[in-house]
């Protein structure tokens, strides 16, 4: 197998280059993501057979056209390298042939390439002194609408324009299709060999290619992988398989040509032959970690460690669900990896990439890998994006997706105007034994009024101002809906749903805990929800950490951290009493041995690496070291330390800016702040003190501390 060692930094689309005159590979923007997300997902394979994803998938532009106009102070020679058939006009003059070197002439002159590619996406890499390719060039497909990196409206079409799509493809040598991922050697930690057979043991959950060293003989090796021991030995039901015909009269090595998931690999071979050891080529997108923390509970700390990993391995071409099964990019699992990203990774790259890839191209035709929620989800991966980076450019650039998306969802309402599944919708929420999907339910209607306010947002940020009205009356209509319609005074909660215009009896967590994270309560309302739903153990309980995330968000929003610390070692900690090196789809104490394994109908269906598992990412980060941003890109920020029963915590979370640093104990803060007005708030039983420090009181033993730009503080305190 050809093996490709790229050691990249990805930065974020359309970036303007850091160098002056610095090439790079330019393509129609959102178009390599679509690429090459096609072909990450169809890499799933199901013991051994293809196993596609079950939603529409785009394509790539075929035929693009660049351009840009230069300003050439001296006539310059011109290296062309081009993914596709091209021509090449200098002012509108063809050049024949396939030239790899042309000649610009001095003076002000337009170079024009056009590209024809159907395999790979059409792009280019233009390289001379002054004349290069960077994210300034103008694109179209062919539907004379310019795109640039200006964001105004263009003069040729009366269109808005966007930018030309780049990441850092610098090198000629490594156009976009040869992207890959890095890989490094590793060796197992235990092998078990009997006659025919090794039992590979690699430690913890990974991911990559297995590689079988000394392969010699005739005859046939199969390799079972597994995330346990019982999968990888249960040859007959475990969920991914290679075998392989050898016919190898002097020993060679083999990789396997798709990577796998597993801790466990049982090799079985033919007694004709011999294999003489078994190793593997971990896959990764290098990408280094900004945040931490660490704390007075090692128990905690393990947390946090195992969720990290849990979080990388996860962290791919795109963030995708889990490495064993799916391995497809998912919008709700997404969402909550685009949160965890900005307390660990802060790479803004991964979001965008992830976010085109899931949108696709017009016209819309479905939601979201078919899910209703999935499609809100993504609305709210945007809104906080642009929140934790301040990034206008990618909303200017895509807003037009945006619309179109939105459009669909309101044409799909039903006749009270609310959302409800029509043939073709899923109506998702949450993996729960019972979980009505009927009528009109409460939580979707709740992630519409979000996604909503949403798109008021970014039409104000596009200069959109009839846009932006039409949205915030839909938003302000349907919140007072919602309330309207679901609120029950006697039950102080949102019933589930609505069905034949009528409330259900069935009050659930889902939208009562997004209710309070989107602060849509008032403040007898939240009470009222905190008692009588999230502390209510009569209330259906939440068995997936997909929905424990929204669920500990929502009691950590209401002061409840050591409750949620509790939770979290309650939860997380079981899966760890369990053996676990990474964290499981789901998990249900209740269950016993190999139980632990099955779903979906197959005792070795659940991931046991799966990306939402790795909450407590944020958790920690946002609710106990308590760092958040108040306005884009942490213009001002808030740090609010909650030690929820821990004697001592000390971590970072990243900013564009930097990196805010935290300790707290119960009678020392410690803060390092980065650029942007930040502020310190923290409770205690005596007003905080420090060298020159104001102190700002705000009741209820609540006390406000300006950080300044850049600055460390530290403030003694007694805590609650």
């Known amino acids: 197998m050809k093996k490709v060692f790229i050691l990249f930094m990805l930065i974020s689309l359309g970036a303007e280059l850091s160098a002056q005159n610095k090439a790079t590979w330019i393509w129609y923007p959102g178009d390599f993501e679509v690429w090459l997300s096609n072909k990450m997902q169809n890499r799933r394979t199901e013991r051994g057979s293809f196993f596609p994803p079950f939603w529409r998938m785009d394509n790539h532009y075929v035929l693009i056209d660049f351009h840009k106009v230069f300003d050439v102070p001296s006539e310059e020679q011109v290296e062309l390298y081009v993914e596709g058939q091209f021509n090449v006009k200098i002012d509108g003059k063809g050049i024949s042939g ?11 002159h337009k170079l024009s390439l056009k590209v024809f590619c159907q395999d790979r996406v059409p792009a280019i890499f233009v390289k001379g002194k002054t004349v290069v390719s960077d994210s300034s060039w103008l694109v179209t497909y062919e539907d004379k609408e310019w795109i640039d990196a200006s964001g105004k409206a263009s ?9 030309a799509g780049s990441w850092n493809f610098d090198s000629p040598s490594v156009p976009p299709s040869k992207f890959a991922l890095a890989t490094a050697p590793q060796s197992p930690v235990k ?13 913890k959950e990974t991911f990559g290619f297995i590689r079988l060293k000394g392969l010699k003989g005739n005859g046939r090796v199969s390799v079972y992988y597994g995330e346990s021991k019982e999968e990888a030995l249960a040859t007959e039901t475990c969920e991914t398989l290679d075998h392989l015909e050898i016919n190898a009269p002097v020993k060679k090595d083999s990789v396997m040509n798709l990577t796998k998931a597993f801790r466990f690999v049982n090799v079985k071979y033919d007694p004709d032959v011999s294999i003489d050891s078994v190793s593997m080529l971990y896959e990764y997108l290098p990408v280094a970690d900004r945040g931490d923390f660490r704390c007075s509970d ?6 946090y460690d195992v969720s990290k990993y849990t979080f990388h391995l ?9 490495i064993k099964r799916d391995r497809w990019i998912w919008s709700g699992d997404a969402y909550q990896s685009y949160l965890m990203n900005y307390y660990l990774l802060f790479d803004s790259p991964s979001v965008t990439r992830t976010l085109l890839a899931l949108r696709g191209k017009d016209p819309v035709s479905s939601h979201i890998n078919t899910i209703m929620d999935y499609t809100f989800y993504w609305f709210l991966g945007i809104s906080d994006y642009y929140l934790y980076t301040g990034d206008k450019k990618f909303i200017e650039q895509f807003y037009p997706r945006m619309q179109s998306l939105m459009e669909f969802c309101l044409s799909r309402r039903n006749g009270d105007g609310l959302m409800e599944g029509l043939p073709g919708d899923w109506v998702f929420i949450d993996w729960a034994d019972g979980l009505s999907k009927q009528g009109a339910v409460s939580f979707e209607q709740l992630l519409l009024a979000r996604s909503l306010e949403t ?26 809906k919602i309330f309207a319609t679901y609120w029950s005074e006697q039950k102080q909660a949102l019933v589930h749903s609505l069905v034949a215009g009528k409330q259900t009896e069935n009050v659930t967590r889902y939208a009562n805990m997004f209710g309070i994270f989107f602060d849509y309560f008032n403040e007898q309302q939240k009470q009222g929800v905190k008692q009588r739903v999230l502390l209510n153990d009569k209330i259906q309980k939440i068995t997936t950490p997909y929905m424990r995330f929204y669920e500990l968000e929502a009691l950590c929003a209401m002061g409840e951290q050591k409750h949620v610390l509790r939770e979290m070692k309650d939860y997380w900690g079981g899966m760890l009493k369990l053996g676990a090196t990474s964290f499981w789809e789901e998990y249900n104490p209740s269950k016993k041995g190999a139980e632990h394994y099955a779903m979906y109908g197959r005792p070795f269906g659940k991931s046991l690496c799966h990306a939402w598992g790795a909450s407590p990412l944020y958790l920690l980060g946002k609710y106990y070291l308590g760092v958040k941003p108040l306005s884009p890109g942490y213009a001002s920020y808030v740090v609010e330390p909650v030690l929820g029963g821990l004697k001592w915590m000390d971590g970072k979370v990243p900013t564009p800016a930097g990196d805010v ?12 702040g980065v650029a942007g007005a930040g502020v310190l708030r923290i409770k205690s039983k005596t007003k905080p003190s420090g060298d020159g420090l104001e102190v700002k009181p705000l009741g209820n033993q609540l ?18």
């Not at 042309?102 to 003076?107: D, E, F, K, V």
């Not at 003069?155 to 930018?163: F, P």
């Open 314 to 322: 996860n962290t791919r071409e795109f963030f995708i669900d889990g």
């Open 98 to 108: 396939y030239p790899r070197t042309i000649t610009m002439p001095a003076g002000k």
């Open 191 to 203: 092998v078990e060999k009997v006659a025919g057979s090794l039992l590979v043991d690699f430690g």
């Open 455 to 480: 798109m008021a947002t970014c039409s104000k940020i596009v200069n959109d101002p009839e846009g932006a009205a039409k949205y915030e009356k839909l938003a302000s209509s349907l919140k007072a």
């Open 298 to 303: 090692a128990e905690i700390n393990r947390i």
């Open 703 to 720: 006390y406000e501390i300006g950080i300044g730009q850049n600055k460390a503080i530290t403030v003694r305190y007694s805590a609650l």
């Open 155 to 163: 003069d040729q079409s009366g269109t808005n324009w966007l930018s």
């Open 661 to 672: 640093k935290v300790y707290c104990s119960t009678k020392e803060i410690r803060v390092q």
